[in-house]
């Protein structure tokens, strides 16, 4: 099993992409929303009106019931149990004449039909009314009245129905009924009150079909047959078998309408109301115009939660709220990424074996600064590339640090065989790096951990690991990887101890200054000296320079230990002049990692302010190596001289010093490198011709450019006269003296000061 590996996403289409999620996820819930809404809802919506139309339909059927009971009790009115029990159709007929003026109003006729189907009517008729379908015995009721279809009168052939109320005797057998007539059209009265909505058509139909009552007079007393041949079989005589419910079907008009029916509570009747489906579809479309407003919404809250989203997220990112996740410039991960997921990767796989690797670029800062940083940007990129390819072999990890570093972490299944391959891999990567416009030269330190066996390293300390076997082959040019290994522990450990108690020995006074005379060759005479630091330690006795400075270096406690020293520089001079005693400038040493020039001399200033010493007392040693690019060297240059101090390219000629700073940054002297005398001597410290000549030429070219000249590291009187015979200024080194304490140093000046 690999790593699990990242695709490498830059920021802009990681944006891109959650946007896209996002967008994808809006607009799944929208149409959600819209199949819920616009489905389900109007579904519900539809199934409540329906609900609502059959509940309002059968509440009004429910009045009908009160008009009949109406009439009935007006009807039971009449009724006299001996006259109706005994008396004949002719009796019951004078009583009824004699009383109809007490019925109701409505009845256009009152008569009483005898058990041989006789008819004796309230208009003085006797009718033989056999065969009439309304006297159906079949259907009476004791105390129960009976309501008719649709009839029509034989006096008015006007539309009626009858509501009739049978008697039985004893033996309850019907003995007669008792029968008033009303004419449809006192339906009105009910009808007219019944309203459902803004645009049905209510009305009645009798058991058999019959429209009883209806807006359009002409379909009173008949059938009602859709035309459409859809609906031709909703013929109104189906719907009154029908009972309760709903159908699809047709009005008067030829409009399709929603049918809502119920059974008229007292008789057979069904009450009816018609809905036009074009009102309904209106109102769904007016749903539909809301679901596009729904959608409308939906995008544009999408579109300022995409915008909110970036602004907050730009928000946090320029402002470092959170940690950035990819370097713009490689596209791959961040250290602080890189950190977390290599965690991540370690703790899930504690069985695993893994390799880190810490890679960079020789000399980068000068490429930087003689190429440019738009040419540096893109070797990185160029090497990011290469490098990516490698780990995506492996399916490892990789992150782009600060400036050339890049971080890397591979799963080694069987250690010798994968270092085997990941240095073939470096080799072949040499080679493609070979065909590069500018040549370059990586390096890289390599740690091996295994979860398991150390649980409790963190990935900062493997990169520290990785890093210090890396710094190692800092000065090797043949060598460009080294693995970290026992003897880097201890050393690492050393380092870690004297990081541990870094601060406390500033604090406690632990460090202090020697100074190292520089002489000038033409009379042997001290001109100056160099303020060089020192450190007397609790644990390990006196350190000299070269076993703290690269690390302060590396963490950044040298910008700390720069202006003490100063501070300390000051404050002997300063001693000195008030004791009345000889003086010669001091070099101080600006170590490589002051990047802001401005807030340098700020805060040089406000130490050197508090002492009355002369600026040419001072003279500042800056380095080409520093990490301040050629036009921040300039800079700062300008601004010592502005106040009266004189500056020193340290270290010219160590390796990575370019002819190009000696005629841009306006240093007053150039102080030659030890290692130039070194590589120029044999074995018996001759110089060699070549050597010679160069350095000869160097001289007289720094003359030309009007920069005193200083050797440092000059041991032997070989070494001194040499470079007297070719006119060097001044030299530094052990031929003269070592590094003096404040006390030997004032004795050195006292016998070495000049006195013309
Ligand atoms: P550097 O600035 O090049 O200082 C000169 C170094 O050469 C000193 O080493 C000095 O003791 C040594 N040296 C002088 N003459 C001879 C000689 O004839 N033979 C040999 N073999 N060495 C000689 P030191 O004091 O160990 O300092 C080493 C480096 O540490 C310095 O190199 C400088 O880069 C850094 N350093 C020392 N003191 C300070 C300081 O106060 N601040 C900063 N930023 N860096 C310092
Ligand atoms: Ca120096
Ligand atoms: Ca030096």
């Excluded at 007929?93 to 009152?110: A, E, G």
């Excluded at 402002?319 to 490689?330: C, E, G, K, M, R």
């Excluded at 002489?519 to 450190?535: H, K, P, Y």
């Amino acid at each position: 099993m690999g790593l699990s590996v990242k695709s490498y996403l830059s920021p802009e289409k990681l944006k891109l992409l959650y946007s896209a999620v996002i967008s994808v996820f809006v607009m799944a819930l929208l149409f959600i929303l819209n199949g819920i809404v616009l489905k389900d809802g109007l579904r519900f919506l539809e199934k409540r009106y329906f609900d609502n139309c059959s509940q309002v339909l059968q509440g009004y059927s429910n009045g009908f019931q009160h008009y009949f009971e109406n009439y009935n009790t007006s009807l039971n009115s009449i009724y006299d149990e001996e006259l109706f029990e005994k008396g004949d159709g002719k009796t019951i007929q004078k009583w009824i004449i004699r009383n109809i003026k007490y019925l109701s109003p409505d009845f256009c006729s009152v008569f009483y039909v005898d058990s041989n189907s006789v008819g004796y009517f309230s208009q003085g008729d006797v009718i033989d009314l056999t065969g009439k379908s309304y006297l159906t015995p079949g259907n009476f009721k004791e105390d129960s009245y009976y309501v008719t279809d649709l009839f029509f009168s034989v006096y008015t052939s006007e539309p009626i129905f009858i509501i009739e109320k049978p008697y039985f005797d004893k033996n309850k057998k019907l003995k007669g009924i008792l029968c008033a007539s009303i004419k449809i059209k006192k339906l009105d009265k009910v009808t007219d009150h019944i309203k459902i909505g803004e645009h049905s058509t209510v009305y009645v139909l009798d058991r058999l079909g019959h429209v009883l009552t209806h807006p359009d007079e002409d379909f009173i007393g008949k059938v009602f047959f859709p035309k459409s041949e859809k609906y031709k079989n909703v013929t109104s005589d189906v719907t009154a078998r029908l009972g309760n419910g709903y159908v699809e079907t047709e009005n008067h008009l030829g409009e399709s309408i929603d049918l809502f029916y119920t059974q008229v509570k007292g008789c057979d009747w069904i009450l009816c109301a018609g809905f036009p489906k074009k009102y309904l579809r209106s109102w769904f479309d007016k749903f539909k115009k809301i679901r596009f407003f729904i959608i409308l919404i939906g995008l544009v809250s999408l579109a300022l939660l995409l915008l909110v989203q970036n602004s907050i997220s730009d928000y946090f990112y320029t402002n470092q709220l959170i940690s950035p996740i990819y370097d713009p410039l490689t596209r791959l991960w961040t250290r602080q990424k890189f950190e977390s997921e290599a965690a991540k990767i370690l703790a899930k796989n504690s069985h695993g074996r893994f390799a880190l690797i810490e890679a960079d670029i020789r000399s980068f800062n000068m490429i930087n600064q003689n190429y440019g940083a738009e040419c540096a940007d893109r070797m990185i990129f160029f090497f990011s590339q290469c490098l990516n390819k490698i780990v995506q072999k492996f399916g490892g990890i990789i992150a782009h640090g600060y400036a050339d570093r890049f971080y890397i972490l591979l799963r080694f299944y069987n250690i010798r065989s994968s270092m085997r391959r990941i240095e073939g891999e470096l080799k072949f990567l040499e080679s493609e790096i070979r065909s590069y416009a500018i040549p370059f030269f990586p390096k890289y330190g390599i740690t091996l951990c295994k979860p398991s066996r150390m649980p409790v390293v963190s990935i900062s300390e493997l990169i520290t690991q990785a890093g210090f076997a890396k710094n190692t082959i800092r000065n090797n040019s043949l060598a460009n990887c080294s693995i970290y290994n026992a003897a880097m522990f201890e050393k690492l450990n050393e380092e870690q101890y004297i990081e541990s108690c870094m601060e406390d020995g500033l604090k406690n006074g632990e460090f202090f200054v020697m100074y190292q005379p520089k002489i000038r060759l033409s009379d042997d005479t001290i001109v100056g000296s160099e303020a060089l630091v020192r450190w007397k330690t609790k644990h390990f006795g006196l350190l000299s320079p070269d076993k703290f400075i690269p690390l302060f270096e590396r963490n950044g406690f040298i910008v700390k230990l720069d202006f003490y020293v100063y501070e300390q520089v000051f404050k002997f001079i300063d001693s000195q002049i008030k004791k009345g005693n000889p003086v010669v400038p001091v070099s101080i040493n600006m170590s490589r990692n002051h990047n802001d020039s401005a807030k340098f001399m700020q805060d040089f200033m406000s130490i050197f302010n508090r002492y009355s010493i002369p600026s040419n007392l001072i003279q500042i040693e800056i380095v080409e190596r520093s990490v301040m690019d050629k036009d921040c060297l300039c800079d700062i240059t300008d601004r010592l001289h502005k106040e009266g101090f004189s500056v020193a390219m340290d270290d010219f000629g160590s390796g990575e010093s370019s002819l190009n700073m000696l005629t841009k940054v306006p240093v007053d002297v150039l102080k030659f490198d030890r290692e130039f005398l070194l590589s120029s001597m044999d074995d018996n410290g001759a110089l060699d011709e070549k050597s010679a000549k160069f350095i000869q030429s160097l001289i007289e070219l720094s003359k030309h450019l009007d920069k005193e000249t200083i050797f440092e590291g000059v041991e032997t009187l070989k070494q001194r006269n040499f470079l007297k015979s070719i006119k060097c200024d001044q030299v530094q080194g052990y031929f003269y003296s070592k590094p003096l304490s404040e006390s030997d140093y004032e004795q050195f000046i006292l016998e070495h000061i000049s006195h013309s």
